[in-house]
């Protein structure tokens, strides 16, 4: 049964498209031109539907719509070729559109200009050259879009070297602060150095972290040198209720002397400032074991880096995962109220700074957000994947419900040409039944009649031989010896002429019975032609007629029944071959029919 195979289309065979339209057009009363016309405005609508574009841009490809749609609509080859000049324009076209939002800044208006101009000198093209063809915008445009990606994504990697910077830096001050938080915060030491330790040394140290790779820090000589001081700094100088004894003075003191004098030996970023670091660290030392007076206060505790945290919110774990399933490349869309959504995509995805980095088409940072803020943004819809639908799956998706009603459409008409051959099949039968049932009763008819005449034959043959009998005994002896004589051989003669034209007559009425149409006779009268054939050509039931006719289908001669008994009893003609039967002509009319429907 014919049938029409979306993925043999999908793959090329655009004669089956043209197939299915036909029979769709067929089925429904519609041109094929309108149903291509119509299948063409579907793919393209569904390809610029929201949210694939945004609404600024969207006004643009709504407008060239007519345009592009009967594009489409002229060649067949958009829909099986991949590689079709259209449809390669689309794929390089509408994902790099789908990027774009209106934002202030050179580069939006630039775009947003480039793609209007485009479009522009586009729909002044011819329908068949929507694809633009010997168009030097086209080039133009698309090689200002790649120089365009490729300085993006030079952004974007600069953005993320940038990023990670930061936040290592962020570490390393945050390392560097609890550092200082955790033995000096609330301790009492001389106002000279709260200035020396909260600038000096936090940014000797901090240069240090930042330069040391975070296994080896522990182990540098000056890291662990203000590991040991930093507890024993923020205990040997009172104020008001906190009381250092003298012992404890005398025994810590001169080790942090030493302690900042070997410091003095390890590379140092600053050496000028580091060395005024431990002088005045030593010389706040030396004031205090001498119990001389000194501006002491409690060192208030660094603030630490500005980073925003949602560490007491938990998320559902299928949040959680539906975070983890976006990747550094993946495009989406924050909403904010009664905006257009921001479009942007995630380049940075650190787990070790649970940091997110997004940026806009053209490479720019638009926001930050840790992996927490990002799935509440998911849950609550601020956040949206943006997802493209592939061209080659809207076209899947559009011609699939065509292909299967043009299927159907199919299916109904070769159900009702079976139908309508089934009929007349019926009909034949039922006309060759009653032909045959008019030819039984006919037959029947014509073997009473025959009966009858044989025994009216016999009755009067019976009486003939009395009658001569009577007259042969009138006559003398030897006259009727004679007479008896030659009645004795007439009577044999005639009888054997009786039985043998009985036979013959017999044999024709029999002939006749089973002649049939097709049936080849031969005349041997004197008033045709010496062995001339003719074949049965008609048969009339009514008027009880039989119709011949030469090899090319010229009517020869025409008898009844009666003549063609009487001209077969007598010789003048000779049944060469019988018809066909009811059953071979019958097998013949089926036969055709199912090649008609084949």
Known sequence: ???????????????????????LSAATNQRPEDLRQQLATQVYRQLIARPQLDMQLLPLFTNIEPHWVQGIALDDHFYSQPNHPLRQMFDRLLPAASHWYAREGKQAQQFYDKISALLAALAA????????????????????????????????SRLCETELSSHKLASVQARVINLLNKYLAQRPLPL????????ILKSELQYWASNTPAAELDTLPL????????PLLGQVFALDAIKVDDQQLYSQIPALLTELERSLNQPTSNHQAYQQLVDNCSHSLMLAIQKHPQEIALFAPLPPPQVQTLANTRLPQAL????????????????GDQQEGIRCKLVLKDANIDQLLFVDHAGRKVMGKTTKEFALCLSTALAQPLVLTPLALIIEQQLAPLIAQANQAVTAKLLQQKQKAEALVRAFMAEQQALMDA?????????????????????????????????????TR?????????EHQAREQAAKAAAEQQQRAQAAITAVNHLQVGAWLEFNSSTQPPGLRAKLAVIIGATGKYIFADQVGRKLAEFTREQLIQQLASGELTLLRNGDNFEEQLAKVIRGLRRDVN
Do not use: Y
């Not at 000279?192 to 600038?199: F, G, K």
């Not at 890291?223 to 930093?230: G, T």
């Open 223 to 230: 890291w662990q040198h203000w590991q040991r001081m930093l």
């Open 192 to 199: 000279e150095l709260h200035t020396a330790i909260a600038t």
């Open 320 to 335: 959680v995962q539906a975070t983890e399933a976006i990747q550094p490349g993946d495009w989406i869309i924050m909403r």
């Open 478 to 486: 030897r006259a009727a010896e004679q007479a008896v004589e030659r």
């Open 1 to 23: 049964m014919p049938s029409f195979e979306l993925p043999a289309i999908l793959a090329g065979d655009t004669s089956q498209l043209c197939d299915a339209l036909a029979c």
């Open 439 to 475: 030819a039984e009763r006919e037959h029947q008819a014509e073997q009473a009649r025959l009966q009858a005449e044989l025994q009216a034959r016999k009755a009067a043959a019976h009486k003939a031989m009395e009658e001569a009998r009577a007259l042969a005994a009138e006559q």
């Open 125 to 156: 093209l011819p329908a068949d050259n929507t694809q633009g063809k010997q168009a030097p915008i086209i080039d133009e445009f698309f090689s200002w879009l790649g120089a365009e990606e490729k300085r993006a994504a030079l952004l974007e």
